[in-house]
């Protein structure tokens, strides 16, 4: 069972940044794609940065300039750097874990592929 533990969430003013991680526990090989997604209030969820397995990153338009998907797998850790962040950018960010099965995985951004979900941390950017 893969467990994802998300923090670094808060509340910055428009123009701000934030460092959210995502400390993922339970699997002792590369069979998972990691990646971020968000949800604001009454909308879905939305891909925001994947990583594949050589550290090659993939970014929605949400994220892309802006934020920066890195891993430290020695420490079994996910991070989103985000910078110039703005109140639509105001969401619950959660960590992904999907399963490719062994071998190559390649960054995926569909939720519906996700095998795993972090409780999310909540981000709030006030103009």
């Known amino acids: 069972q893969v467990q994802l533990v998300e923090s670094g969430g808060g509340s910055v003013q428009a123009g701000g940044s934030l460092r959210l991680s995502c400390k993922a526990s339970?699997?002792?090989?590369?069979?998972?794609?990691m990646g971020w997604f968000r949800q604001a209030p009454g909308k879905e969820r939305e891909g925001v940065a994947a990583?594949?397995?050589?550290?090659?990153?993939r970014y929605t338009d949400s994220g892309k300039g802006r934020f920066t998907i890195s891993q430290d797998n020695a420490k079994n850790t996910l991070y989103l750097q985000m910078n110039s962040l703005k109140p639509e950018d105001t969401a619950m960010y959660y960590c992904?874990?999907?399963?490719?099965?062994?071998?190559?995985?390649?960054?995926?951004?569909?939720?519906?592929?996700?095998?795993?979900w972090g409780q999310g941390t909540q981000v709030t950017v006030s103009s």
């Open positions: 990583i594949d397995t050589w550290g090659n990153a």
């Open positions: 339970g699997y002792t090989d590369s069979r998972y794609s």
């Open positions: 992904a874990a999907t399963n490719c099965g062994g071998g190559y995985c390649p960054a995926s951004l569909e939720s519906y592929r996700v095998n795993y």
